[in-house]
């Protein structure tokens, strides 16, 4: 069960991360206006600082429900010790790019530490190669929609449309042509699953 949540929570997450990621300043503009707009860049940072956070929380989730929960206090005040650091280094220079730049890196922190205590703890070995094929995939995700935007002519919300389900099918044939998804693994845990 560890093991098909690493592997396919970022195989997930990742299609809404990179469509929040490549439309961020459209999304501000809409959500919260044109005054805002200046904060494409620091949302783009926090996109991908949330990828690394969807896996650590579900790792600091399994941490505790073993009784560990101190463990976790342990790795959170870590992070947030090396967030204030990096937010008193960066936000000086960077402004609201280095707060979102130190955000991430916190997450970062957070994955990392709960991921080693996940291997100790479970001798689970985690997919680092799905996650390096997944950036490949993620990769093609994004060359779909720019180049879908790029040679099509209709109004900016059918492009968005169009260019996301183009690059949603290329992204699930890339899962598939690198074997990213695995479907007797899922029958055989799901009948697991189904025998408890």
Not at 73 to 91: F, M
Not at 121 to 144: C, E, S
Request: charged fraction near 15%; proline fraction near 3%.
């Amino acid at each position: 069960g560890v093991r098909l949540l690493s592997r396919y929570l970022f195989f997930i997450i990742i299609p809404p991360a990179l469509a929040i990621f490549i439309f961020s300043k459209p999304l501000i503009q809409v959500f919260f206006g044109e005054s805002y707009a200046a904060g494409a860049l620091a949302l783009q940072i926090l996109v991908i600082g949330l990828l690394f956070y969807v896996v650590a929380g579900v790792n600091l989730g399994l941490i505790t429900a073993i009784g560990e929960p101190k463990l976790v206090a342990k790795i959170i005040v870590i992070a947030a010790a090396i967030n204030i650091v990096t937010n008193l280094l960066l936000i000086p220079r960077f402004g609201i790019e280095g707060a979102a730049f130190a955000t991430a890196i916190s997450y970062l922190v957070i994955l990392i530490l709960s991921t080693r205590k996940i291997i100790y703890f479970f001798q689970v070995r985690f997919p680092y190669d799905i996650w390096i094929k997944l950036i490949f995939a993620g990769l093609a995700f994004m060359a779909v929609v720019y180049g879908t935007q790029k040679f099509l002519s209709f109004s900016a919300t059918a492009e968005t449309i169009i260019a996301l389900l183009l690059a949603l099918l290329a992204y699930i044939f890339m899962a598939f042509y690198l074997k990213i998804i695995d479907w007797e693994e899922i029958k055989r845990y799901g009948k697991l699953i189904m025998k408890r």
